[in-house]
């Protein structure tokens, strides 16, 4: 299972995910590719990155998943009155 996992947000406007520009407090954001200013902030940016967020959320439900069975696999190796599929 992985430590850590990252999500780049991207620009709604140019799908740029490195071009951005923050206030202190980002509070505000602006991409300096296109010039769309995000007067949200990274709260209005990761709205519009639901998605990418969600495949992300997806990937780690499954490693989750597959590390949880794995464990339950090692813990029960050897006995005789439980299996695990």
């Given at each position: 299972?992985?430590?850590?996992?990252?999500?780049?947000?991207?620009?709604?406007?140019?799908?740029?995910?490195?071009?951005?520009?923050?206030?202190?407090?980002?509070?505000?954001?602006?991409c300096t590719f296109c010039n769309r200013e995000y007067l949200g902030g990274v709260e209005e940016l990761t709205e519009l990155n639901e998605d990418?967020?969600?495949?992300?959320?997806?990937?780690?439900?499954?490693?989750?998943?597959?590390?949880?069975?794995?464990?339950?696999?090692?813990?029960?190796?050897?006995?005789?009155?439980?299996?695990?599929?």
């Amino acid at each position: 299972m992985k430590e850590q996992y990252n999500v780049s947000l991207r620009c709604a406007t140019c799908g740029c995910d490195d071009k951005f520009e923050f206030n202190e407090d980002k509070s505000y954001v602006k991409c300096t590719f296109c010039n769309r200013e995000y007067l949200g902030g990274v709260e209005e940016l990761t709205e519009l990155n639901e998605d990418l967020i969600d495949e992300v959320k997806e990937e780690m439900e499954q490693d989750v998943t597959t590390y949880i069975h794995d464990e339950l696999k090692k813990a029960f190796k050897g006995n005789k009155y439980i299996k695990i599929k």
